[in-house]
């Protein structure tokens, strides 16, 4: 390589070299320069947040209704010829799922379950709501 090829060859680097220190300066600037979200973005997606926890509590508790409701379909028939109907619902429901026998039974304990609500999860969807919730 001749003379005038080395001195291409370091016009050429030094040109490289000076193209990206401006880009890292000008993407310094652009960081710098762009400020938080104003405060009424901020409520905007402090609302869209608190709807989506709404929502997804919402989905959870008919996950929990539809595995109460399984149960109490079987429950209920145990129970059929005990002393106290509901004290025997209770016992053998559990703490957990018992506050929904009202919801499965159409608030008639005793009576046979009711199907269930057309936007309740399905089993899979139900099972990873809970594994995922519970360990929150």
Not at 3 to 23: D, E, F, H, N, P
Request: charged share 20%; aromatic share 8%; proline share 5%.
């Amino acid at each position: 390589m001749g003379a005038w090829g080395q001195r291409i060859y370091k016009v050429v680097r030094l040109a490289i070299s000076l193209l990206g220190l401006a880009m890292m300066a000008v993407a310094l600037v652009a960081v710098w320069v762009v400020s938080p979200h104003s405060p009424l973005e901020q409520a905007a997606n402090r609302a869209r947040d608190a709807q989506f926890e709404k929502q997804k509590e919402f989905k959870l508790s008919l996950c929990r209704a539809a595995a109460a409701c399984k149960k109490y379909g079987g429950v209920r028939l145990e129970c059929a010829r005990a002393g106290n109907f509901q004290n025997c619902l209770r016992i053998k429901m559990g703490d957990d799922s018992y506050p929904y026998a009202g919801t499965c039974s159409g608030n008639d304990l005793g009576a046979p379950a009711v199907p269930l609500p057309l936007n309740t999860p399905n089993a899979v969807d139900c099972f990873f709501r809970t594994l995922f919730n519970s360990a929150s």
